[in-house]
């Protein structure tokens, strides 16, 4: 199993930071984007982060341009989009690409992990959901049309949060 926790992002400001920092918390690891039909769905993984913050989950966030262009705007176009329209207060991270040639290293692990429901291979669209436990491994994923408030993921959430605190 891929582990993420040592892999270096960049902050939607631009500055680096280690996934190591996010160390001992669940995350839920999110490609987003401003102009999609799924693009409500930052509602809900808003929800997500401030009611299951204090049990340990950590929601993160990635623009990604590669599906259907629907993430043009600059880092501060994005970061102002999901402040004013969602509330946005989960990090977001520096557009990345998370496909083909230039994927970024934390998504050539996330994909490359078989996991359930959804297994290894390509992000198919915006909004792919991957839950990562408290040790930085990768435990589930969810395709885009998962609801964050979907039964089944947030059932994976809560293994993941009460088997890393037992």
């Known amino acids: 199993?891929?582990?993420?926790?040592?892999?270096?992002?960049?902050?939607?400001?631009?500055?680096?930071?280690?996934?190591?920092?996010?160390?001992?918390?669940?995350?839920?690891?999110?490609?987003?984007?401003?102009?999609?039909?799924?693009?409500?769905?930052?509602?809900?993984?808003?929800?997500?982060?401030?009611?299951?913050?204090?049990?340990?989950?950590?929601?993160?966030?990635?623009?990604?341009?590669?599906?259907?262009?629907?993430?043009?705007?600059?880092?501060?176009d994005i970061k102002s989009f999901c402040e004013t329209k969602f509330d946005v207060t989960f990090p977001l991270f520096s557009k990345i690409d998370v496909n083909g040639p230039t994927r970024h290293p934390l998504y050539a692990a996330l994909t490359s992990t078989e996991t359930q429901p959804a297994g290894a291979g390509d992000v198919s669209w915006n909004f792919e959901k991957f839950v990562v436990d408290r040790e930085g491994e990768i435990v589930a994923r969810f395709g885009p049309k998962t609801?964050?408030?979907?039964?089944?993921?947030?059932?994976?959430?809560?293994?993941?949060l009460a088997a890393s605190a037992a």
């Open 1 to 76: 199993m891929a582990n993420v926790s040592d892999l270096e992002v960049q902050t939607i400001d631009g500055e680096p930071k280690s996934l190591s920092a996010y160390g001992g918390r669940v995350l839920l690891v999110v490609n987003v984007a401003s102009q999609c039909g799924l693009t409500p769905h930052y509602a809900g993984l808003e929800q997500l982060h401030r009611e299951l913050s204090d049990a340990g989950l950590t929601v993160l966030g990635f623009p990604c341009n590669q599906f259907g262009g629907q993430e043009p705007g600059s880092e501060a």
């Open 147 to 160: 609801t964050p408030d979907d039964p089944v993921l947030r059932a994976a959430i809560d293994r993941a």
